[in-house]
């Protein structure tokens, strides 16, 4: 396993990256109204006395550091990752103890990752064919220095690995425990891709909800995606490697 002082670190800046996320997540008011979140301790805990469902909806703020927490508009989708986490919900970069903020450089990439987990879930769940759950799009800027694992496929093979997460999770510990804000990657599921698995949400900005889209499970994969807004329909296709 490679350690963290021989990971280079690079600064990225994406505008117009894309996460995509299910619908039926709805925006928290409190990372949404009140802009400034050295705030929002006292307004919860005044809150709590009335609604005590409150930290059902915000989930444990204590997961974020004061410094590194945001507010105002969209700011829902940048901490809701961080605050809403459970060890029955690991990923790639974390066994699900914090959160991470996963972000695609482009709306394919972000669509090809989450076409993958999505068919994973309802293969498990023995699902039946038809049209599935909507998901939204998030359009969001990253301006963070990052560790860079791109370009480095053949000594990071096992971090990379399309379906074994224990060394990408050993190894993102041990980045985040060092100071790390996150880590910048190749996508396993679109050729050429990059993402980005964020530790902080203060390491994008500026999230928009763009379109809403239906995936269609035909009982084996997800083969189709559906623009909500328009009705159009689209066929997902997997890319031969190299090809974007």
């Known amino acids: 396993m490679s350690s963290a002082p021989a990971i280079p670190i690079s600064r990225i800046e994406w505008q117009g990256a894309v996460r995509i996320i299910r619908s039926a997540f709805p925006p928290i008011d409190l990372f949404e109204d009140i802009a400034d979140p050295a705030d929002w301790p006292l307004l919860i ?4 006395k009335t609604n005590p469902r409150i930290m059902a ?6 997961l974020v550091p004061a410094e590194r927490r945001v507010g ?5 989708f940048l901490m809701a990752p961080f ?13 699900g103890s914090y959160g991470v903020l996963y972000v695609g450089i482009s709306f394919e990439t972000a669509l090809f990752e989450t076409i993958h987990h999505h068919a994973r879930f309802m293969l498990r769940t023995r699902e039946a064919p038809g049209w599935t759950a909507q998901f939204r799009e998030i359009v969001l800027s990253v301006a963070a ?26 190894l993102a510990g041990s980045l985040r425990a060092a100071g790390s804000n996150g880590i910048v990657y190749p996508s396993v599921r ?33 083969d ?9 329909v689209f066929r997902v296709v997997d890319l031969p490697a190299g090809e974007s």
């Open 72 to 76: 105002g508009a969209g700011a829902s």
């Open 45 to 48: 805990s005044a809150e709590q």
């Open 190 to 222: 679109h050729a050429s891709g990059e993402c980005a698995a964020l530790f902080y949400p203060d390491g994008a900005a500026s999230p928009v909800q763009g379109r809403h889209f239906d995936y269609h499970w035909d009982g084996q994969r997800v």
């Open 145 to 170: 220095d990052l560790h860079d694992l791109r370009g480095q496929a053949a000594a990071l093979a096992p971090v990379l690995d399309p379906l074994d997460y224990s060394a990408a999770q050993a």
């Open 224 to 232: 189709l995606v559906r623009d909500a807004g328009s009705g159009a």
């Open 83 to 95: 605050t809403h986490v459970s060890t029955n919900r690991p990923s790639r970069f974390t066994n």
């Open 57 to 62: 909806t915000i989930g444990n703020l204590d």
